[in-house]
């Protein structure tokens, strides 16, 4: 069996198209119907007239509205999202004034309002995993909490704060429309493509973290737990290259006792992205570096989009200790892999 094949073997053995891939997944995987069917409860949240700007949490809690969801339709909204937040905690202090704890002036009905922070800044990084909004997390429904009402509150008021020193807050502007149910709808339609663009996006990336999740499930339903360990994300720790680095993290690793492993990298495009581009620059580096200490390289990659970038494709195959494409019959050649190398 042929674990290294050139281009042409693995197209040959590419099935192309997410749907001829994911037949068998869940319905719930469908992020644009989520927020369609939830849209019209979420607009009458938004429309309803509050005395104080954070009456709005006692409506969320009333209509049992999932404060992950709600807190994710105004993230698409305001296109405020993912590397956002990251560089929003990063830089908090140098963002937001302190006094016992950090906090915000703004403005609601023309009055200006103090809204201290309850949980951030975050030790940890801020991403749509932590705040229940990434693409496995918005399929839970999460009862509002305090870091939630936090972001909430700079979607809403972010524009009219008063005291930031500029967080890419301008188009977090909502809030000065609350209550107004024309000016809500039409800001609605106003950001129409927009959103469109966004949720577009936001459906692209959550097939590649279902892709990533297809292949681990298989893997685990496949391999024996007490012969091997996997894990997603996953690392492998580097001791005796020269570089700078001190590991290099990949989509799924699987490793045995003897603390051998495979990294595991996943790709799978309809459309050509220049992500497939960054993995064939490093794909050289990265397999001299594995396997001058023992360890081994595999890629899944398939999609029309990746094909297209058929150079980067190829140097991938020619840097891969194992390249298989999007099946259960391809899952099948990786477990073969894996056992064969770490046994």
């Known amino acids: 069996m042929s674990f290294k094949r050139n281009i042409k073997q693995l197209e040959a053995n590419a099935v192309l198209w997410w749907s001829s891939a994911s037949d068998n997944l869940p319905k719930k995987n469908d992020l644009f119907s989520i927020l369609k069917n939830s849209q019209s409860e979420f607009i009458s949240i938004l429309q309803k007239k509050y005395k104080k700007y954070d009456d709005i949490f006692n409506e969320i809690a009333k209509k049992k509205f999932p404060g992950n969801l709600f807190l994710k339709h105004l993230s698409v909204l305001t296109d405020y999202g993912g590397e956002n937040f990251q560089r929003l905690n990063t830089n908090f202090s140098k963002i937001f004034d302190y006094d016992s704890k950090p906090f915000i002036k703004s403005f609601f009905n023309n009055k200006e309002f103090i809204y201290y922070f309850k949980h951030l800044p975050l030790k940890n990084k801020l991403t749509n995993q932590s705040l229940g909004i990434d693409g496995e997390g918005i399929y839970n429904n999460i009862e509002i909490n305090a870091l939630q009402k936090d972001i909430t509150i700079l979607l809403l008021f972010g524009s009219k704060i008063i005291n930031s020193k500029g967080a890419n807050l301008n188009k977090c502007n909502l809030g000065e429309i609350l209550g107004n149910s024309e000016l809500i709808k039409q800001y609605i339609m106003e950001k129409y493509l927009n959103v469109s663009r966004i949720v577009q996006g936001a459906v692209s990336n959550t097939k590649g973290q279902n892709a990533q999740k297809i292949v681990f499930d ?5 391999l024996s737990h007490t012969i091997y360990k996997i894990q997603s994300p996953g690392k492998i720790f580097l001791n005796k290259t020269k ?10 690793t699987v490793n045995n006792k003897n603390k051998k492993f495979v990294g595991i990298e996943i790709s799978f495009q309809e459309t050509t ?4 581009e960054r993995k064939a620059r ?3 580096n ?3 570096i594995l396997n001058n200490e023992g360890h081994y390289i595999s890629y899944v990659i398939d999609g029309a989009g990746n094909f297209e970038r058929r150079s980067a494709v190829d140097r991938i195959c020619s840097n891969s ?14 477990i073969n892999f894996i056992k064969k190398c770490l046994s």
Do not use: G, H, M, W
């Open 218 to 222: 298989y893997l685990n339903s496949n």
């Open 243 to 252: 570089d700078k680095k001190k590991y290099i993290p990949f989509d799924i």
């Open 286 to 288: 990265e397999k001299r």
């Open 273 to 276: 992205n220049s992500v497939i």
């Open 282 to 284: 490093e794909s050289s």
């Open 321 to 334: 200790d194992c390249t298989v494409a999007y099946s259960s019959k391809e899952f099948d050649v990786l």
